[in-house]
């Protein structure tokens, strides 16, 4: 047995709608919400938490791609928008927002499976990748308080970097706190002395 896909319908097309609860019968897709409007979805709250989210608009306007940005914003989550709007602008104003995939006249009944894997693929993708930024942003951030209080310790210790930054490593791992951690109290000790 396959764990349930909790999904998320938002379509202004109801032909469209069943044609998703049909190809979702015998699948792991499970609609848990369905409206014609987005707005109904971001005032009430979530029961069970979305596993995906599908818009079927035939005119997706910028409007809803806000609420389409918060939505990710608050509820990262695959969001899968089948649209008749195929313009340059609107298709890449769509992928800017976020959304995984962005599918112009495509609700094809013989597609809608894979087209939902790739976006779920895709979703997860974005995600380590946006991971793998903010650790990176986070550990440049914290080489530089590092070096900052390196700085400090040599300037009064009159040490060599390496002294300082064995010293810092030391005293680090004695209090048991993060190089990092100690780094930024040595520097605010600092502040608050001159």
């Not at 976020?98 to 979703?123: C, H, M, P, Q």
């Not at 100690?182 to 001159?194: G, Q």
Request: aromatic fraction near 6%; include cysteine; proline fraction near 2%.
């Amino acid at each position: 047995m396959f764990k349930a896909i909790n999904t998320i319908v938002i379509s202004d097309q109801p032909a469209s709608t069943l044609l998703l609860k049909k190809v979702f019968e015998s699948t792991e897709y499970k609609i848990i919400f369905e409206s014609s409007i987005l707005d109904k979805q971001l005032s009430g709250s979530w029961m069970i938490e979305p596993d995906l989210l599908i818009i079927i608009n035939r005119q997706l306007g910028s409007g809803t791609l806000e609420q389409l940005k918060t939505i990710i914003t608050h509820y990262p989550l695959p969001i899968v928008v089948f649209s008749n709007v195929d313009t340059n602008d609107a298709i890449h104003e769509a992928i800017e927002t976020g959304i995984s995939s962005y599918i112009v006249n495509g609700l094809d009944e013989k597609r809608i499976i894979n087209i939902l894997k790739t976006a779920s693929i895709r979703f997860n993708h974005q995600q380590q990748l946006l991971k793998q930024l903010e650790d990176l942003k986070t550990s440049l951030a914290e080489r530089k308080i590092i070096d900052r209080a390196k700085g400090l310790v040599m300037q009064q210790r009159q040490c060599s970097e390496d002294d300082a930054y064995k010293l810092l490593r030391t005293s680090a791992m004695k209090q048991n706190l993060k190089l990092a951690t100690l780094s930024k109290t040595i520097i605010e000790a600092a502040v608050l002395f001159n």
